[in-house]
């Protein structure tokens, strides 16, 4: 998980130790600590670091740290009681016992050179970056030292992570390749950290967790360093385990030359702000919006790939699989915004273009599913029963949804400003008159997923929180460019009313900031509403369609009762022309149809007109309407 050796680096650096480890030994042994170290102990050391390909592990350590001579022979020592068992009994001896024993700073400082008595101050690198542990004892300097197994396995040329960070961080591999936009992001990125610390933090904001990722993964490559990934909740709340973890990962970048990517995802943690004040070296953060923090920060905004850049991604992704799928790769470039790691991720298992588009779907999905409802319909054209009017504009919507990028990106509209380019549609009509079906259509025919928005889950009695869950709704669902349906929109988007009190004024906010959402929104919103002239006039304006739904006739009823029930569904003697004389909408008549299979097939026969009349008024005594004999006469 961290820097590897050559071979012949570890052997040499083994050797070196050895001889480091027989001069501690003589000292010991001479218990006085005045005599020098042996000539040959020096020259072997010497002879030795002058073939390896990098300073021996103690002394690139030492220079990492700050140690001073004595503090490097210290830890040195501590080392070698775990190492050589004849050091560890040479130790004891030298401390009046006749049995191996850990060093004490008592011993280290009668028999180590240049000592010191501020090597083991609490703020000194050997205690501060928890290089070595103070056992219990009666006093400081008789307490039994010992070294900490990570920094024992660093000398030993063996570097391994921490186990306490390892149930904490995840590494991050530096991407294969980037868009131009991403490598010129990491590219500025890794230039803040040019020169001596301390160090700004750099806060990767982007749609999707992925591309920051991959940018802070390059931007840690260009400078040297491993990257590795903290979620935010994985932070402690408690001050004491936040400050061992905060030594523990600044020890562990020292030594394996490791970066840190703070991923704070939607939301805010007040331990991780704390974290990343406590923290030095070079640290990243990501998330919509950088954390509070004394440290000096710099934005980037990671933007989700351009529509060319898109295109190139998925054609050396799927490599000669992009020739096969007959240039309807730009499809996929011009529906999802999907960042290169999952692009990837997809075409690796080399799948149809029509599998491909359903594994796009899937991948947008996660992060609407907890904030709407998906609505599953196989609902298609054929289906609906409107007046060639509406139905045209519906198919209008579909055609500006499918060339929205061309239109916006290649034809330049995009580059005049992102206003205006959010495509809303406002289905106006009496229940039961198709418009969710006409959505369901639209996002059929345009192989979408729809979800439907639940307002009770969006609107808040608390200032601030309706812009903050409507900004996760058009974030999440602008990944995949979803369809949202949002039902009796009259609800939600009302008439701003006059601002007589503070809820006025911020309920006229709500209604704003929805505004500006909708015209920067690239995939298809549609609001559906029975009181049309509910909704609030400025927002009207900002609709690019309009459709109204209207009641059905008689011709139009017919032609919904025909497609009532399915090919499987054995019926006799049905008269549509009959039926379409009941006065009631397309919904009612699905909702009739439906009751009066469940009354056929529980007497076991197929569906006739006595059934239709059964559930007829049983729907008309819900919808508090009584037929006429003129409505359903003739039905039994």
């Known amino acids: 998980m961290t820097r590897t050796f050559s071979g012949e680096w570890t052997g040499a650096n083994h050797r070196c130790m050895e001889a480091a480890l027989a001069a501690l030994r003589a000292r010991l042994e001479r218990r006085a600590g005045e005599e020098p170290v042996g000539e040959e102990a020096d020259r072997l050391i010497e002879a030795e670091s002058a073939r390896m390909e990098r300073p021996p592990a103690l002394g690139s350590l030492a220079a990492a740290f700050g140690l001073s001579p004595f503090e490097a022979n210290l830890l040195l020592l501590?080392?070698?009681?775990?190492?050589?068992?004849?050091?560890?009994?040479?130790?004891?001896?030298?401390?009046?016992?006749?049995?191996?024993?850990?060093?004490?700073?008592?011993?280290?400082?009668?028999v180590l050179p240049e000592a010191h008595w501020s090597a083991l101050a609490p703020d000194a690198p050997l205690r501060r970056f928890r290089l070595l542990e103070v056992g219990d004892g009666e006093?400081?300097?008789?307490?039994p030292l010992r070294i900490d197994e990570r920094v024992l396995h660093a000398l030993a040329g063996a570097p391994t992570m921490d186990a306490r960070l390892c149930a904490l961080l995840r590494p991050a591999a530096a991407?294969?390749?980037?868009?131009?936009?991403?490598?010129?992001?990491?590219e500025r990125v890794a230039a803040l950290w040019n020169g001596r610390g301390p160090w700004p933090v750099a806060h990767l904001s982007s749609p999707t967790p992925n591309a920051s990722e991959a940018v802070a993964a390059a931007a840690a490559a260009r400078l040297g360093l491993r990257l590795y990934v903290l979620r935010a909740e994985d932070v402690p709340a408690d001050a004491s385990d936040q400050e061992a973890l905060t030594r523990l990962w600044v020890r562990e970048s020292i030594l394996s030359g490791a970066a840190l990517l703070l991923d704070a995802g939607d939301g805010f943690e007040a331990s991780a702000s704390a974290f990343v004040d406590r923290t030095g070296g070079v640290l990243m953060t990501a998330g919509l919006a950088p954390l509070p923090t004394r440290r000096p920060s710099t934005r980037f905004d990671v933007p989700v790939p351009t529509a060319a850049e898109a295109r190139n991604l998925w054609r050396e992704a799927l490599g000669d699989g992009a020739a096969a799928m007959n240039g309807q790769v730009d499809a996929l470039a011009s529906q999802f915004r999907l960042?290169?790691?999952?692009?990837?991720?997809?075409?690796?298992?080399?799948?149809?273009?029509?599998?491909?588009?359903?594994?796009?779907?899937?991948?947008?999905?996660?992060?609407l599913e907890g904030l709407a409802e998906r609505v599953e319909s196989a609902a298609?054209?054929?289906?609906?029963?409107?007046?060639?009017?509406?139905?045209?504009?519906?198919r209008e919507i579909a055609a500006h949804v499918r060339n929205r990028r061309r239109v916006y990106d290649e034809w330049g509209f995009a580059a005049r400003g992102g206003r205006g380019l959010g495509i809303s549609a406002l289905f106006a009509g009496p229940s039961g008159t198709g418009k969710t079906m006409a959505s369901e259509v639209i996002a059929n025919a345009l192989r979408l997923d729809l979800y439907r928005i639940d307002l009770s889950a969006v609107v808040s009695k608390y200032i601030g929180?309706?812009?903050?869950?409507l900004r996760k709704v058009f974030d999440?669902?602008?990944?995949?460019?979803?369809?949202?349906?949002?039902?009796?929109?009259?609800?939600?988007?009302?008439?701003?009313?006059?601002?007589?009190?503070?809820?006025?004024?911020?309920?006229?906010?709500?209604?704003?900031?929805?505004?500006?959402?909708?015209?920067?929104?690239?995939?298809?919103?549609?609001?559906?509403?029975?009181?049309?002239?509910?909704?609030?006039?400025?927002?009207?304006?900002?609709?690019?369609?309009?459709?109204?739904?209207?009641?059905?006739?008689?011709?139009?009823?017919?032609?919904?009762?025909?497609?009532?029930f399915p090919a499987e569904t054995p019926t006799e003697g049905l008269e549509a022309d009959r039926l379409a004389r009941l006065n009631v909408a397309g919904g009612n008549i699905r909702n009739i149809a439906l009751n009066a299979a469940f009354l056929a097939a529980d007497a076991e026969e197929p569906v006739r007109m006595p059934h239709l009349l059964r559930a007829a008024r049983s729907e008309c005594a819900k919808i508090e309407k009584a037929p006429s004999e003129a409505e359903i006469g003739g039905w039994a």
Not at 339 to 358: E, G, K, M, N, Y
Request: proline share 6%.
């Open 380 to 394: 298609g054209w054929d289906d609906l029963v409107l007046p060639e009017g509406q139905t045209a504009v519906l």
């Open 465 to 469: 929180e309706t812009e903050k869950n």
């Open 339 to 367: 960042d290169p790691v999952t692009i990837r991720a997809i075409s690796a298992s080399r799948l149809s273009l029509d599998t491909v588009w359903d594994a796009c779907r899937a991948r947008t999905r996660p992060r």
């Open 78 to 110: 501590c080392a070698g009681v775990e190492l050589d068992g004849a050091l560890a009994v040479a130790c004891g001896r030298a401390q009046g016992l006749d049995r191996p024993a850990p060093p004490t700073f008592s011993l280290a400082l009668a």
């Open 175 to 186: 991407p294969e390749a980037l868009p131009p936009s991403h490598v010129e992001i990491a």
């Open 476 to 564: 999440a669902a602008d990944q995949g460019a979803a369809i949202l349906l949002f039902d009796e929109a009259d609800a939600l988007f009302g008439k701003r009313s006059e601002v007589k009190d503070s809820h006025d004024r911020y309920a006229n906010i709500e209604v704003s900031y929805l505004l500006q959402r909708m015209e920067a929104y690239r995939g298809l919103a549609i609001l559906t509403t029975n009181r049309k002239e509910a909704l609030d006039t400025a927002f009207l304006r900002r609709i690019r369609f309009v459709v109204t739904f209207p009641f059905p006739d008689a011709a139009q009823r017919a032609a919904i009762w025909r497609r009532a």
């Open 139 to 143: 006093t400081l300097v008789s307490s």
